[in-house]
């Protein structure tokens, strides 16, 4: 695998970092985004008309993955019962 690789997996998993700690968005929300991403990367593969959306597809598609992976690891947050 070459460096650029290694380099935005890192990127994106500092950014993943980011968003939970210095933003504080709640888990739910990112398993949320990751779906998204995830179903963006689908939508990229099966369209037939740019052939750049196809050639990121499965980057797109990994990345969602990897960050579903990581979000779904996080401590859930406290709730307050009543």
Not at 40 to 68: D, M, N
Request: with cysteine; aromatic share 18%.
């Amino acid at each position: 695998m070459s460096t650029a690789f290694w380099i935005a997996i890192g990127f994106y998993i500092v950014s993943i970092v980011l968003l939970k700690i210095v933003f504080k968005v709640r888990r739910k929300h990112l398993l949320t985004m990751a779906l998204w991403s995830m179903l963006a990367g689908i939508v990229f593969l099966c369209q037939p008309v740019s052939a750049f959306l196809f050639h990121y597809g499965i980057a797109v598609l990994f990345y969602g993955l990897l960050w579903w992976n990581i979000a779904n690891n996080l401590k859930p947050e406290k709730t307050v019962e009543q």
